[in-house]
């Protein structure tokens, strides 16, 4: 029968699972590029019980991927710091929530870093997860362009990244003020954003962090 050779199973089972479960937890982490988010989640992760869901990671480990249908276009958005449509993003974003779930029914706590950073993936989250999963609140992380910018050129000596130097920069602080500031601002007004001043060293701004996290736990 064609449903034993393309089966369902795993798709269903997760969704059966979900269902007899407490819902995904979900704090959006953003900020700036170079604000710090990749650096502070890795170290909320050793304190609090956290999976690291980056975007930017994910769409980078997507484009790399031998067979990848969508490579090509990952590759010229990131390089003009454009916003990639957020089908890809969501469904990376949703394989890699499944995948930590199926592995661990009790890892339902995600920290997804780098989203949403427009309106177009603002609306695909709430098309594709509402019901599915709870967004918490936001974490963000307020630093000026300049230090931004600062921290990705120092970055970019060694990250390899090909988005780390000044043109790209440019354009990533434009998408960044046109594009996230506004669905920041949505948020605020929901009462849901958790700001930290996230100019200051790695150690000052995640004491703050970490009494935002033991508050909503
Ligand atoms: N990106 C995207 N959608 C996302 C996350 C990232 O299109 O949801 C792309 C976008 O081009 C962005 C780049 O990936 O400029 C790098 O994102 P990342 O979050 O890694 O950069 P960071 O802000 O951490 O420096
Ligand atoms: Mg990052």
């Not at 997860?129 to 921290?151: E, I, P, Y």
Request: contains cysteine; charged residues 30%.
């Amino acid at each position: 029968m064609l449903g034993r050779l393309f089966s369902t199973a795993p798709i269903q089972s997760f969704l059966h699972r979900v269902s007899r479960m407490m819902k995904p937890q979900v704090v959006f982490v953003l900020g700036g590029p170079g604000a710090g988010k990749g650096t502070q989640c890795s170290r909320i992760v050793e304190c609090f019980n956290y999976t690291h869901l980056s975007a930017g990671d994910l769409l980078r480990a997507e484009r790399g991927r031998e067979g990848s249908e969508c490579g090509q276009l990952i590759d010229t958005f990131i390089k003009d710091g454009k916003i990639v449509p957020v089908e890809i993003t969501i469904s990376l974003l949703r394989k890699a929530m499944e995948e930590t779930i199926q592995k661990d029914q009790e890892k339902i706590r995600f920290l997804i870093d780098g989203f949403p950073r427009n309106e177009d993936n603002l609306q695909g989250w709430n098309r594709d997860m509402d019901g599915k999963a709870d967004v918490k609140f936001v974490l963000f992380f307020d630093c000026n362009n300049q230090t931004c910018v600062n921290r990705c050129l120092e970055r970019g000596r060694s990250s390899g990244r090909s988005d780390d130097n000044r043109e790209s920069l440019e354009k990533r602080i434009q998408t960044y003020q046109q594009s996230t500031r506004p669905i920041i601002d949505l948020y605020e007004k929901q009462g849901k954003v958790r700001t930290v001043d996230a100019s200051r060293s790695v150690e000052e701004v995640f004491a703050d962090v970490k009494s935002i996290l033991d508050k909503e736990g």
